[in-house]
């Protein structure tokens, strides 16, 4: 099969860029799904079987309920690398955009078969993704008018984290580290080898004095401790409601607070009003419900 790269980075990187989605990285991820659909040369048979090769067709993505889409770029990237410059996509809805169910957010026209043969790939993308935006929508709607924001995590499928903090964006979300090197988290684990929560904050104080840390607490002694230890970024793991609503006060502004650990969305309102800053939550990424997302061919 062959593919349109630099036709499609010519339409799509720059707005993709300007979005803080890899290009690169995106366009590498397209193309293994697409090889596992078909491998070496092999072709989408059941499509060659029943469509003639000039058949042309125009094809409708749209919502099956209500939500927030993202990907849909990423969608047409899809069918750019599969077609080049033989697709047209119009009507596409920018990522963020909340939609109804019957909604069309997208159209792309071009010969039947090449349409055929991008649209499990397109769907698969971009309904993972506004299925991250749209729950993750549901949290920020859940805060409004508290000072809380929802971040994402490292819970993520592997090769999709940017992708997968790209749809947390569209959502309303915040993003936390990308990675193990862009800030330090010290967690339970790196207490205990480390010999404390103050121990380890300062560990990594004397190794990378610019860096900034987070250090996971799961009482209010090492939260104090901390404190006294000019900790500013500190994480409140599984803690009660009324917990976390001291440890708020006992941190009168000194530190940053995020809490973590298993929470849920019937109960975020209530963290949310301890105070705190920021609530995070894994399963933003790690298990989230796809949005469905549907494409119906009209023959041209």
Same mark, same amino acid.
């Given at each position: 099969?062959?593919?349109?790269?630099?036709?499609?980075?010519?339409?799509?990187r720059?707005?993709?860029?300007? #979005?803080? *989605?890899?290009?690169?990285?995106t366009?590498?991820?397209? /193309? %293994? &799904? =697409? @090889?596992?659909?078909?491998?070496g040369?092999?072709?989408?048979?059941?499509?060659?079987?029943?469509?003639?090769?000039?058949?042309?067709?125009?094809?409708?993505?749209a919502?099956?309920?209500?939500?927030?889409?993202?990907?849909l770029g990423?969608?047409?990237?899809?069918?750019?690398?599969?077609?080049?410059d033989?697709?047209?996509?119009?009507?596409?809805?920018?990522?963020?955009?909340?939609?109804?169910?019957?909604?069309?957010?997208?159209?792309?026209?071009?010969?039947?078969?090449?349409?055929?043969t991008?649209?499990?790939?397109?769907?698969?993308?971009?309904?993972?993704?506004?299925?991250?935006?749209?729950?993750?929508?549901?949290?920020?709607?859940?805060?409004?008018?508290?000072? #809380?924001? *929802?971040?994402?995590?490292?819970?993520?499928?592997?090769? /999709? %984290? &940017? =992708? @997968?903090?790209?749809?947390?964006?569209?959502?309303?979300?915040?993003?936390?580290?990308?990675?193990?090197?862009?800030?330090?988290?010290?967690?339970?684990?790196?207490?205990?080898a480390?010999?404390?929560?103050?121990?380890?904050?300062?560990?990594?104080?004397?190794?990378?004095?610019?860096?900034?840390?987070?250090?996971?607490?799961?009482?209010l002694?090492?939260?104090?401790?901390?404190?006294?230890?000019?900790?500013?970024?500190?994480?409140?793991?599984?803690?009660?409601?009324?917990?976390?609503?001291?440890?708020?006060?006992?941190?009168?502004?000194?530190?940053?607070?995020?809490?973590s650990?298993g929470?849920?969305?019937?109960?975020?309102?209530?963290?949310?009003?301890?105070?705190?800053?920021?609530?995070?939550?894994?399963?933003?990424?790690?298990?989230?419900?796809?949005?469905?997302?549907?494409?119906?061919?009209?023959?041209?």
């Amino acid at each position: 099969m062959k593919f349109y790269v630099e036709e499609a980075g010519r339409i799509l990187r720059e707005e993709m860029a300007t #979005a803080g *989605v890899p290009f690169e990285e995106t366009v590498d991820h397209i /193309l %293994r &799904a =697409l @090889q596992e659909d078909c491998p070496g040369d092999t072709v989408d048979v059941t499509s060659v079987a029943t469509i003639p090769a000039e058949a042309r067709a125009e094809g409708v993505f749209a919502a099956r309920h209500a939500g927030v889409v993202a990907g849909l770029g990423i969608a047409e990237l899809v069918f750019r690398i599969v077609l080049g410059d033989d697709v047209v996509v119009s009507g596409r809805l920018p990522d963020g955009a909340r939609v109804q169910a019957g909604d069309v957010v997208l159209r792309v026209a071009g010969p039947t078969r090449g349409l055929l043969t991008a649209e499990r790939t397109a769907l698969n993308l971009a309904s993972h993704l506004s299925g991250i935006a749209t729950a993750t929508a549901e949290w920020v709607e859940a805060l409004d008018g508290t000072r #809380a924001r *929802v971040l994402d995590t490292r819970k993520t499928l592997p090769g /999709l %984290r &940017a =992708l @997968q903090k790209y749809a947390v964006r569209c959502g309303g979300g915040v993003n936390h580290r990308f990675g193990l090197s862009d800030r330090a988290m010290v967690k339970d684990n790196h207490v205990v080898a480390a010999g404390g929560v103050v121990p380890a904050f300062e560990a990594v104080r004397a190794s990378y004095p610019e860096m900034r840390v987070e250090v996971e607490v799961t009482d209010l002694d090492q939260l104090r401790a901390l404190l006294e230890a000019g900790c500013t970024e500190i994480l409140l793991d599984n803690m009660s409601t009324e917990t976390m609503a001291e440890a708020v006060r006992l941190t009168a502004g000194r530190a940053t607070l995020e809490a973590s650990g298993g929470l849920t969305i019937e109960r975020a309102r209530d963290v949310a009003l301890t105070g705190v800053d920021f609530i995070s939550v894994g399963a933003l990424t790690h298990s989230v419900q796809v949005f469905d997302l549907g494409l119906d061919l009209i023959e041209e």
